[in-house]
């Protein structure tokens, strides 16, 4: 029997230790994201006390809770970061939100000024 065999090994490059992502081995993937709750639900953990830890699901959550997952306008109104321009990130909230700028978190289908 005759053929051609070959050794393959992993060819590094200069840059190729720097060129793959990093993930954190300190934490379970599901810790660092802040995993499911404990009640049952299978709904991720999005709420908790302000300044503090992913501790509740929506179901879970007390009146004191925020979701800590959404971005916050920095107007202090504690409204979600919706708005900008489009093809842009969202950069405002309802309140804040200047001419010109539409909601970016609809669908394209739902508004046509996204295109």
Do not use: H, Y
Request: glycine share 12%; hydrophobic share 25%; charged share 35%.
């Amino acid at each position: 029997m005759g053929g051609f065999f070959f050794d393959f090994e992993a060819v590094r490059t200069a840059s190729s230790d720097r060129d793959a992502p990093r993930r954190s081995l300190s934490k379970k993937p599901e810790e660092a994201w802040g995993g499911k709750c404990s009640c049952g639900s299978n709904k991720v953990k999005r709420f908790g006390v302000k300044g503090g830890p992913r501790t509740a699901c929506i179901e879970c959550k007390t009146e004191n809770m925020i979701n800590l997952t959404t971005k916050i306008c920095t107007c202090g109104s504690d409204r979600q970061v919706r708005f900008g321009r489009p093809g842009g990130k969202p950069e405002k909230c309802s309140q804040c939100k200047t001419e010109g700028m539409v909601d970016l978190t609809k669908k394209k289908d739902e508004d046509p000024a996204l295109g």
